[in-house]
């Protein structure tokens, strides 16, 4: 990026090697709404925030954006202090635009001319402006729209538009606030492909709040997930989502993952019960204990978790042959499509939630229903255990 910089000041911060700053680095509290973040987007990458509703994502943009106030700690935008303790940068002075669900383009004006706006507002001349919005509006396959007023737009159109306005400012971070969510399944296909293009190795930042793992997957480098106002993972996507530590991740992920710890003298997850609500005061089960393969490096009695995807789950009525070492007993929670498979969803005595993937045919077979009891069992082999 090269717009102007603010001068550096003494809330500057500079990485340990001297290099380029984190993007953006929010280490801050938001007191009133029981908040507390953590995360950090590195230069010219794309951080996708996953969570569920409430978790904090919303938040956390409009701590960078200026549009709420921390109560303590500090956020900083490319290495320049914007809020904390008697700090307080406005919105249009730290370099970072916000795209929302909401295109919220000016009524009043061309495609073009929204586009224009923020390099003419920051004092650039209208040919050059002009210039600049043709060429974003290109990038958003929007060029032959120039001339349109945004009622003349559809919501994918409008929503491209916007994106190119986003980007017209040359700001230090582009904030996307769940881009895609208004749009229709084949305008979203299409947006989030044009995402992929316009950010993804691009030298552009961005960080892109969504419920959408496939956004994630299609456009992210790295992910941070909130979850009840916190960081619970954060890291690149591929490592966060084949090696998900926190419930919420590996749902996204569709993998198993039981939490727990390494058992001293075999290769196995100790994992206790677990949310077990009403059943809580009864007698507590013993342990669940998964069997798999161990990452190097994993020492016994530490926290570890154990995962495993549906499709490697087995569903059993009777005890299988060949005493397979992970033999579950799960009753029967609910039967979900997916894709050719059917997701057979079940809970351990221990509370642990099991999914599987097994055939419409097998369901049949087996005669499952909510309420069955069953056995779900895996393979060793297909059990990967790593350091949680
Ligand atoms: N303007 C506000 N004033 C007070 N509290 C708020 C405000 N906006 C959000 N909150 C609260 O802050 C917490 C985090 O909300 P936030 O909108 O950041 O979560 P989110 O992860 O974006 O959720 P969603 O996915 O539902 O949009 C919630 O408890 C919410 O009720």
């Not at 009622?151 to 916007?162: D, K």
């Not at 997930?225 to 591929?238: K, Q, S, Y």
């Not at 009777?318 to 579950?328: E, F, I, M």
Request: glycine share 12%; charged share 20%.
């Amino acid at each position: 990026m090269n717009g102007a910089r603010a001068g550096a000041s003494a809330g500057d911060v500079r990485t340990a090697a001297g290099g380029e700053p984190a993007a953006v680095a929010v280490h801050a509290e938001v007191a009133a709404r029981g908040l507390r973040l953590d995360v950090e987007a590195r230069p010219g990458r794309v951080l996708g925030v996953l969570g569920p509703n409430g978790a904090g994502k919303s938040t956390l943009l409009a701590l960078v954006a200026g549009l709420a106030a921390p109560s303590s700690g500090t956020v900083h935008v490319a290495g320049r202090l914007v809020a904390g303790p008697r700090t307080w940068v406005p919105p249009h002075d730290r370099r970072v635009t916000l795209l929302a669900q909401d295109p919220l383009l000016f009524p009043h004006l061309t495609a073009l001319d929204n586009v224009a706006f923020g390099p003419r507002a920051a004092g650039t001349g209208r040919r050059d402006a002009d210039r600049l919005a043709l060429e974003l509006l290109g990038q958003v396959g929007c060029a032959d729209l120039a001339e349109r007023r945004p009622a003349a737009l559809s919501g994918g159109q409008s929503q491209r538009v916007a994106l190119a306005r986003a980007l017209a400012p040359d700001p230090e971070v582009v904030l996307l606030d769940e881009p895609l969510s208004a749009l229709d399944v084949g305008s979203a296909a299409e947006m989030r492909h044009l995402l992929r293009g316009v950010l993804r190795g691009s030298g552009r930042t961005a960080v892109l709040v969504t419920h959408d793992l496939l956004d994630v997957l299609a456009v992210a480098d790295d992910v941070v997930v909130l979850d009840g106002g916190t960081v619970v993972e954060a890291g690149p996507v591929g490592e966060v989502l084949t090696r998900p530590r926190s419930r919420f991740a590996a749902e996204l992920a569709g993998v198993n993952l039981v939490l727990g710890h390494l058992a001293a003298d075999e290769d196995a997850v100790i994992a206790p019960a677990v949310n077990r609500g009403a059943e809580a005061d009864k007698t507590s089960p013993p342990p669940l204990v998964v069997h798999g393969l161990v990452d190097a490096g994993c020492v016994p009695g530490e926290a570890v978790a154990a995962t495993f995807g549906p499709r490697a789950v087995s569903v059993h009525r009777t005890p299988p042959g060949g005493s397979p070492r992970n033999a579950v007993p799960v009753r029967v929670g609910a039967l979900e499509r997916q894709g050719d498979l059917v997701r057979v969803r079940g809970t351990a005595a221990t509370g642990h939630a099991l999914a599987a993937d097994i055939t419409p045919a097998s369901v049949t077979a087996l005669d499952l229903a909510p309420g069955t009891e069953v056995l779900f069992s895996v393979k060793t082999a297909e059990v990967t255990i790593f350091q949680a």
